[in-house]
Structures are given as C-alpha cells and as structure tokens.
C-alpha cells in the first residue's frame, strides 16, 4: 500500500440514532464531572513469560489426506490447581459438532453454501484410549453436541497431579471452516482435545455456537509432534521444524489452545519484528510476503500500545473460508479471499484485528461465550489505533465513521446489546455490528475518559492479567481501581443498553 492514504473511503453522512446521541451526551457530561488522575495502578505486575508449573501437553498428529483423517495421541500432566477435590476431567472434543447438519457450526444458513459447497460433509472423532495414571478411565458425554467429555478418575485432591493419556481418530469434514478440509488445504482449529475451563466449581461444558467463539480454556505448555504426507507444508501455533525422523516438531509456552493448517500449496515468507520471528503462508509468493509486512506493522505497533507480545512466533496463514480471519494463540487464520490485489486493505485489517488478538483473549482471556465483547471489542478498537497510528487522523476518523459510528446507527432486532452472550444473536451480521462496532464505542468512550487514555488501561491490563482468565466482574473492578471512579454506570449504558 504506497503513501499514508487513507485505506477506507468516506461514507456518506448519515444521521445518528437518539438513542446513541443520548450515550455520547452522557459520556460527554461525564468527562467534565468525574475527576481525573488521582491513585493510578502502575502497570508491569506480571511479566509476559509464562509462568512455571502449567499443565503439559505432548501432542502427536498423523495426518492421512487419502482417508481425511488425523490420528491423535496425547499425553497430558494435570495438576489440580481449581481449589476443589476432582473425580472428572472434562475434555474439549470440538469436532464432534460436525458429525451432523443439525449440530455443525458451519451449517448456518448463511454459511452452508459457502461452507458445504460440495454438500454437507461429517466429521467426528472416535476414541480408541483414555487412561489415568496407567489404568482405563470410563468416559461419557456430558453435553448435546458431544463436545464435552466427561472422564471419571480417583479423587484428586487440590496440588495433586496425574497423568492423562488419551487417543482418538478424527475424521475432518470436507468443510470450509476452520475446522475441515477445503481443495489442498487441511484447516484443523479446535480439532486436538483440551481440557475445558473449570470456574465456581464445574467444568463448563458449553456447546459450539455457530456464531462467535466457544472456546475456553486455561493456558498451558504445548509440545507438537506432527507427520505430514509429503509435500506438505504447516503452518502451525508453534514453529515446527523437521527432525531426523520425518516429523515436523515444535513448542509453544502458555497457549490456550493450539491450531494447525497443513497444505502442498503453501508459499512461505520469513521475517523478524524485534525478537519475534513472523511466518506467512499463503497459495502465493506476493501474497505471503504482503501479510507478513502487515503482521510486522501490526506487531510493532501492538507491543508499542499494550506491551510486548507474548509469545517467540507468529505465523499467518491463509484458509479457505467465509470469514476475515480466526485467531489461535501464535498463529491467525485469513480468508484466502482478502489475498486478491483488490482486496490488500481488507487484508491488512483483518490480520491487525486478528493480531490484536495475541493481546486480547491469548494473553488475557476472558469468557468468550457470556462476554465475547471482552476480546472482540478491544481486537476492534486496538485495529482502529493501528491505522491511527500507521495512517493518521483521517484514517482513523473514516475507518471508526465505518465501523463503529454506522454501526451505532443501526436498527437491529430485539434487545441485542454488546454485552449479550453468544447464543443471542441470529446472524453474523448483526453479532458483527453490536459487538465490535458498538463494543469498540465503549473503548473510545473510556479513551476520553480516562486520564492517560484506554491504551494505557489496556497495557496495564494485559500486564495484570497475563495469562490468566478475567471475567467481567474482575475487568470492572481493575477498571474502576485504574480509573479511580465507579465506571459501571457507563459499562451499562454501553454494553447492556438497548438502543
């Protein structure tokens, strides 16, 4: 992209909706009431190391591209840190939900086409072992979509460990998700088990929700061994290199999750911002190149606002599907599509948001099922702050008119607000508007109110909370110690406030 234009054209003005007018006068009087800079928080209380002592994974992955199949076999060290004496684990078994159309996130109506161009396709994995500490462990589903599995072990008392091996076969749809395989290209999000989040006493057990994220989990240390058919090339959470033996390993430090997308196709491009080595895949030379530049950008500007990035690796890689892009800790999946040379200004957005992301739900996590504000709002309002600062002003001020002005201008069905779980909204569409655009007006909003504005707010969040899990109530109550003010008030109006 030549010059500092600007990357989104100006839209025609509009008027705006009362009820937004009503919450930006309110913001408005409440910059002038509420005092300003007294007992700030420093910021650095957590370093961006991960810390000692996480649960362990040793992932081994064979992938057949005849059959469609990956053979799974970990080996995962549990400690019992919930606080609670523990007879069950719950394991994350995502590829379950596309074992049927009724159940599969890809068969929303406005997906399937896209998704399913061939019709639909099944996926599911079958288990072969599940062992604790040397003996065979019954297991059970525990939910409708058979995405939680429940194992039932000896009584683990808090501090104690043990030892969970387990193996299954998954069978990946022929699907364009990030779970499935679309022409070459083996898109495989959320496919390896994980254990769920335990919180107030229980393994959660939610289902997959076709719109947003349902993913929850607590970070932990990954250790990937994969085998590939040959000439196969992956792009993977962690930086994988081929050992002696023909397998492609690598390691990655405090993820919540790890994701793998393998293809013949893959052109690579390879560089460094600072001490972070970026890796881009796409089907093309130019293409793969263009992301990384953009990923470089993006990095170097997010470490610069919110501190540094968490993890040795970040790897881009383009996928076949009907999205912008997915976000996995070290790694963001992108919508082939915005590779097109007409498309390079989408493209650079979306691999900002999806950056954004490595900040916002990797390093702090946050409940992206009840609260999926808490990481897309910020990716939102964090990509508005890259083209700020890459662009300037008027950048800025086009790309917010777009993005979240027009979107608080909208006439959305029923009471959907930015803080409504998941399962409120019907449509992507409608989830897209409410809970970036409107979510990223709360992030601009505090931007004004607070004394050193939201990027410090959110530096010295991410520095409190790197690599732990914050819920709402816990963001309020850092927000208003940072703030030194009761911010509820202003949360409600613009997270629970129907307009």
Known sequence: MAGKRCIIPVLPAVLRKAGAAL???????????????????????AGREAPQGLNDYQVTLRLNSEENTLAVSETIRFRNDTGDPLDSLMLRTWLNAFKTEDTSPAALEELYDACYPDGFSSGGITIYDVIWNGERADCAYANGDETALRIAIPELSPGEEGTLVFRCLAQIPNCAHRTGRAGNTFQLGNVIPLLSLYREGAWRTDEYAPIGDSFLSDCADFHISAYLPEGYVPACSAVLTR??????????????????????????????????????????????????????????IYASLY???????????????????????????????????????????TIAHETAHQWFYALVGSDQVND???????????????????????????????????????????????????????????????????????????????????????????????????????????????????LRPLLLDYLDTAM
Not at 311 to 329: H, K, N, Q, R, W
Not at 434 to 453: Q, T
Not at 456 to 479: G, I, K, P, S, T
Request: charged letters at 20%; hydrophobic letters at 40%; glycine letters at 10%.
């Open 23 to 45: 919450i930006i006068l309110a913001a408005a009087a409440a910059l002038l009431l509420w005092p300003r800079g007294a007992n700030l928080p420093d910021s650095g209380k």
């Open 307 to 349: 501190g540094a990035y968490p993890y040795p690796a970040l790897t881009i890689c383009s996928v076949d599907f009907p999205f912008g892009g997915m976000e996995y800790p070290g790694l963001c999946m992108i919508g082939e599509s915005n590779y097109l040379d007409s498309k390079a200004e989408t493209l650079e957005l």
């Open 372 to 486: 999926p504000w808490q990481d897309e709002a910020m990716c939102e309002y964090a990509m508005l702050r890259y083209v700020q600062k890459r662009y300037g002003a008027g950048s800025f001020e086009n790309l917010k008119y777009y993005r979240v002005d027009a979107a608080l201008q909208e006439h959305l069905p029923g009471s959907l607000t930015p803080g409504s779980p998941i399962d409120y909204f019907g449509s992507l569409a409608d989830y897209s508007s409410v809970v970036y655009g409107r979510g990223a007006a709360l992030l601009l909003a505090l931007d004004e109110m607070l004394p050193r504005g939201a990027d410090d707010f959110l530096r010295a969040y991410a520095d409190e909370f790197a690599f732990a899990f914050v819920n709402r109530a816990q963001f309020e109550d850092f927000l208003n110690r940072y703030a030194d003010m009761d």
């Open 243 to 300: 050992n002696g033996e023909g397998a492609w390993q690598g390691d990655v430090k405090g993820a919540r999750d790890v994701a793998l997308c393998a293809s013949p196709d893959y052109q690579q491009a390879v560089g460094r911002q600072g001490n972070t080595e970026v890796h881009s895949f796409a089907k093309t030379e130019a293409g793969a190149r263009r992301a990384l530049e953009y990923a470089q950008k993006a990095l170097e």
